[in-house]
């Protein structure tokens, strides 16, 4: 089960027991260790466990709490085990309790006595705190530029679609003429607001935690500001009994993919249904949907299915979160070891999802005669009667009503559009209605007078399609 490498049994040699060993004067039982390891979880921030300790042990050295020599046989060390990961000669020792323990106990293999002294000073607690900020800090912005490839996906399927009239629906009933473009680019900026709410969780997360000690620091002459520096963090957390127990960060960030989720979902939602016989707006790749094993002649959006029903994974690794913090004491209490399953696999989720919808989207058809066709019918142009009849002076609530008994006298007749009334009909509901109206109430005439900040008008949709592409080459990391 486990893999060994370089000849140690983990639970055996001094240097593979548990952290807390001493205190002990029998070994666990091997189920409580199974029952309480986590290295299959925390493994993915090998690196970062790395990379933090490389900096521990620097500031360790030049404190004078261990020696230079020391501290620069530590840095060496850990620089061939994170050389050995990265190329494949080393493996994860899956016997370890966690991958703290892994890295240290590796190190004091390799360089003997002075890799003992690595955890001088630290505490798993705050050590396991500052690797999962270090590892958020590093993949957070994947998953942003991701963002910011299917806002600018998005986007270019919306500039050749400026002019593609699509019925606006509330309560999924016809509401007003709008237009492809608008309803797509009204997706890049649900998806814009998840990438600022994501990078102000990433900001907030930019202080070093390292030096808290298990709750109240250390007598050590410990330079946190030190370590911050040389990991690029911001500052150091100020509270130390706050820092060791605090996951904030975990829920912030489960909370965020969870608002994206939902977004992806709402999106998927209405790629189904357009993607109905009933509707047939949207022809989904062959590549991204599959069929039936009793219907032959099924095209079903699976992918886009997928989406949606995983995400009620994400919601529950949030609800996790939330639960495991309710009624904790400080300070650190291993609940909170049970932090890092919810918080990747929601990551995990959300950028699979991402990529998946971005290749789905990007490789769609649009029926375009089928879209400006939703704008046929349903009285969505009801409101731009009362607005022609308010730019004739007509105070809006009467205009209003007026509407109203336009759409009631069309329904009368037996009509589905209030266009189809002739102009007599018109104007017994109101002696301001002349021959003009028909041209100002077309579905193309009521989405290009839509011209208000945001509206679908094509000038405004330039507008909207300009920021959003300023937004993704101001912000794209890579």
């Known amino acids: 089960m486990a893999i060994q490498k370089e000849g140690h049994s983990a639970l055996t040699d001094d240097n593979h027991k548990a952290l807390w060993s001493g205190r002990f004067a029998e070994g666990p039982d091997a189920a409580a260790v199974e029952f309480e390891t986590s290295i299959y979880v925390d493994e993915r921030m090998a690196f970062d466990d790395i990379h933090g300790s490389m900096a521990h042990a620097k500031m360790l050295g030049e404190q004078g709490i261990i020696s230079r020599e020391e501290s620069s046989q530590i840095v060496e060390g850990l620089k061939s085990i994170e050389k050995d990961l990265a190329d494949g000669s080393l493996a994860i020792d899956y016997s370890a309790e966690d991958i703290h323990s892994f890295v240290e106990a590796t190190l004091t293999d390799r360089i003997g006595e002075a890799g003992k002294k690595l955890h001088t000073g630290r505490s798993r607690n705050d050590q396991i705190a500052l690797d999962e900020r270090l590892y958020l800090r590093r993949v957070i912005p994947l998953l942003q530029d991701n963002i910011i490839t299917l806002i600018e996906t998005l986007v270019k399927i919306a500039e050749n679609h400026k002019n593609t009239l699509l019925t606006g629906y509330t309560h999924m009933q016809h509401a007003q003429p709008g237009t492809l473009a608008q309803h ?20 907030r997360l930019d202080l070093s935690p390292l030096g808290a000690g298990a709750l109240q620091g250390s007598t050590l002459p410990l330079n946190r500001e030190m370590v911050a520096a040389e990991l690029g963090f911001a500052g150091v957390t100020e509270n130390s009994l706050d820092t060791s127990s605090d996951r904030d960060y975990c829920i912030e960030f489960t909370s965020d993919f969870a608002i994206l989720q939902s977004h992806l979902s709402r ?83 959300v950028q699979n999802n991402i990529t998946v919808f971005t290749a789905m989207i990007a490789s769609a058809q649009w029926n375009i005669e089928n879209l400006e066709e939703s704008c046929e019918g349903g009285f969505a142009n009801a409101t731009d009667v009362a607005e022609y009849l308010v730019r004739k002076g007509m105070p809006f609530r009467t205009a209003h009503t007026v509407a109203a008994k336009t759409v009631r006298m069309a329904l009368d007749a037996g009509l589905d559009r209030i266009e189809d009334l002739d102009i007599a009909s018109l104007k017994k509901a109101s002696d301001l209605i002349g021959e003009d109206i028909y041209q100002k109430i077309t579905p193309r005439a009521c989405m290009e007078g839509r011209k208000t900040t945001g509206g679908p008008s094509p000038e405004c949709t330039k507008k909207q399609i300009a920021s959003l592409q300023d937004f993704c080459v101001k912000n794209r990391s890579l």
Request: a negative charge.
């Open 184 to 203: 797509l680019l009204a997706w890049a900026t649900m998806l814009r607001r998840d990438w600022h709410r994501i990078n102000d969780t990433l900001n």
């Open 267 to 349: 999106m998927c939602e209405e790629v189904v249904l357009w993607s109905t016989t009933e509707f047939a707006f949207i022809n989904l790749s062959e590549k991204w949907s599959t069929g039936s094993s009793i219907m032959p002649q099924k095209k079903n959006p699976d992918f886009a299915e997928l989406i949606r029903g995983r995400t009620g994974k994400v919601y529950g690794d949030l609800i996790n979160l939330l639960t495991m913090v309710k009624g904790l004491p400080l300070a650190y209490d291993r609940d909170l070891q049970e932090d890092k399953a919810p918080l990747f696999d929601a990551l995990d989720t």
